[in-house]
C-alpha cells in the first residue's frame, strides 16, 4: 500500500520532470573501498608518482565523510558497504548490512532511483560485483540483510564459517518483496549489467520458473555475453557476465596475494637482534579469468547509450573489487580494478561535455585496509630488522622503484574495511553544489536537488 505522503511526492516529481522542465542526467560512479590511499597506490603503479589519472584533473574536489550507525542509533565509526550505499542512495544513515532499510525498525527507504523512475526518468546500474550485491541493491532493492541475495540465500547462509542471519520476513510468502534477486527482476530499471547470474538461475520462491524467467516475465533481456550488450534498445536489459562477482583485470605474480614477512629466530627473542626476510618484489599481470569479460567502460558505454533520452536519467557505475581484492589482500586486483573505474570515468566525462544538463559524481562507499608503507623499514638503515606484523607486497613500478602495500586490520583471512572519510568529486556542473566536506547523506540531496529542483 503505497502511502498518501509518498503518492503527493510521486505527483510533485512528475510535474518537476515534466516535458516543460529541461532533462536532467546524474553518473554516480561509486569506487568500493576507494579511499586516498587506494587512489595513490594505483596512480604510483599506473602512471607514475607525477602522473594524472582522469580523476586527478576533476575540477571540483570535495570529501565525504561517512556515517553508521547501530541497530539502537549509536554512532559506529567504520562502515561496510551496505549501509554507505544506503546513506547515498536514500538520505537516511542506517546500520551496517541493511539495504535501503532503518536501523531498528526495519522500514523500507525510497531510494533516489525509485524516485527517478516515478518521475519518468530512464534508470541504470553497472557493477563488477553481482548485481546483487550491497550497493547496487541499496538503490533498487530493500532488505534487512545483504546476504539475502535469492530465494535460497533469504532463508540464511553460512559464509567464511559463520552463520548469517536470515530474512525470512522479506518472502513473499511472508507478504514480503522477496529476495534482492527477486525485486531487481520485478523493477523497472532500464539496464542493469554486471555479475551474479548464481542468484537468478535458481527457482523463484514457491514456483518452478527461475528468477531469470520472471526478469524476462517482466520485460528484461538478459544477456550473458559482452557481444550481445550491441543489440536492440526496444526492451529493458539485463546483463550477467559472471556467476558471481566478475573476475579482474589483473592479479599478483602467478597469483600471488600479500604475505608476511619472517623473522630469523633471534629477531624473535629481541626486536633489534638477527635478521628479517621480506617477500620477494614482483609486477602485476593479467588475470586469464578476465578474458573475455566486458571491461567496466564497455558496460558504462552500453548503459548510457541506452539511457541518453529527452527527460534525463540517473545511472548508478560501481567498481566493485577495488574493495573485494583488498578484502583478500591483493593488490594487483584493485589497482586494474580503480584503472577500470578512471576509464567509465572517461566515459562518463566525454558524455557530459560542452552540456550543463550532467553531473558527473566520483565517490566511494568507504575506505579500506590497503596502506602505502616503507618497502623496506626505514630503521633498516640503522641496522634494526623492523617489519610489519601484517601482510605485505612489494610492488616493482616502472619508475624502476619498489612500493610497499601493506595489510593489517585483523588477523582473519579477510581483511576489513577502515574509517577513513572518502573522495567527493564532480565535473564542472557540480561546482556550485558541492561544499568543500559533505556527509554520505548530502550525496543524495546533491543528487536530488540537481534531477528535480526548478533552476531559479
Not at 530493500?142 to 547462509?157: A, K, L, N, W
Not at 556467476?243 to 629466530?265: D, I, L
Not at 610489519?388 to 602495500?405: A, K, Y
Amino acid at each position: 500500500m503505497i502511502g498518501a505522503a509518498r503518492i503527493c511526492r510521486i505527483l510533485a516529481l512528475l510535474l518537476l520532470a515534466s516535458p516543460a522542465s529541461a532533462a536532467r542526467n546524474v553518473i554516480l560512479v561509486i569506487g568500493d573501498g576507494m579511499d586516498d590511499v587506494q587512489i595513490t597506490i594505483a596512480r604510483n603503479y599506473l602512471v607514475g608518482a607525477e602522473g594524472r589519472l582522469v580523476i586527478d584533473d576533476m575540477p571540483v574536489r570535495s570529501a565525504a565523510q561517512v556515517l553508521t550507525v547501530d541497530e539502537v542509533g549509536r554512532r559506529v565509526y567504520v562502515a561496510d558497504s551496505a549501509n554507505t550505499a544506503t546513506s547515498i542512495a536514500t538520505g537516511v544513515v542506517t546500520s551496517r548490512g541493511r539495504i535501503a532499510t532503518t536501523a531498528g525498525s526495519d522500514e523500507p527507504i525510497e531510494t533516489i532511483l525509485e524516485q527517478a523512475e516515478a518521475a519518468g526518468l530512464r534508470t541504470g546500474l553497472v557493477t563488477t560485483a553481482s548485481v546483487t550485491d550491497a550497493t547496487p541493491a541499496a538503490f533498487v532493492a530493500h532488505m534487512s540483510v545483504r546476504t539475502c541475495e535469492d530465494p535460497e540465500s533469504i532463508q540464511g547462509v553460512k559464509r567464511y564459517g559463520i552463520v548469517l542471519p536470515h530474512c525470512r520476513q522479506y518472502t513473499r510468502a511472508n507478504g514480503g518483496p522477496g529476495s534482492i534477486s527477486e525485486q531487481i527482476a520485478r523493477s523497472d530499471v532500464d539496464v542493469v549489467l554486471g555479475g551474479g547470474s548464481r542468484h537468478f538461475d535458481i527457482a523463484a520462491e514457491g514456483e518452478s520458473r527461475s528468477v531469470r524467467e520472471q526478469a524476462e516475465d517482466n520485460g528484461f533481456t538478459v544477456i550473458d555475453k559482452a557481444a550481445a550488450m550491441t543489440g536492440g534498445h526496444d526492451s529493458k536489459l539485463l546483463g550477467l557476465f559472471a556467476a558471481s562477482t566478475m573476475p579482474v583485470r589483473w592479479r599478483g605474480e602467478n597469483g600471488r596475494s600479500a604475505e608476511p614477512a619472517t623473522p630469523s629466530w633471534l629477531n624473535q627473542l629481541h626486536p633489534f637482534l638477527g635478521s628479517v626476510r621480506l617477500p620477494e618484489p614482483m609486477r602485476c599481470e593479467p588475470d586469464p579469468e578476465f578474458a573475455g569479460m566486458p571491461s567496466l567502460a564497455d558496460m558504462t558505454r552500453t548503459a548510457l547509450a541506452r539511457l541518453e533520452n529527452e527527460r534525463g536519467f540517473l545511472l548508478m557505475v560501481e567498481s566493485a573489487s577495488i574493495d573485494k581484492q583488498a578484502h583478500e589482500r591483493k593488490p594487483c586486483g584493485s589497482i586494474g580494478e580503480l584503472a577500470q573505474l578512471d576509464e567509465a570515468v572517461a566515459l562518463a566525462l566525454e558524455f557530459a561535455e560542452q552540456r550543463e544538463d550532467t553531473l558527473v559524481l566520483v565517490t566511494a562507499d568507504h575506505g579500506h585496509a590497503a596502506q602505502l608503507v616503507p618497502e623496506t623499514s626505514l630503521f633498516a638503515q640503522y641496522g634494526a630488522p623492523v617489519y610489519s606484523p601484517g601482510m605485505l607486497v612489494r610492488l616493482l613500478t616502472d619508475e624502476g622503484s619498489i612500493m610497499g602495500v601493506n595489510y593489517a586490520t585483523n588477523s582473519f583471512p579477510y581483511e576489513e574495511h577502515t574509517g577513513s572519510q572518502v573522495p567527493l568529486l564532480a565535473n564542472e556542473t557540480g561546482e556550485d553544489l558541492i561544499p568543500s566536506l559533505v556527509t554520505q547523506p548530502q550525496i543524495y540531496e546533491i543528487m536530488h536537488s540537481f534531477l528535480f529542483d526548478e533552476p531559479d
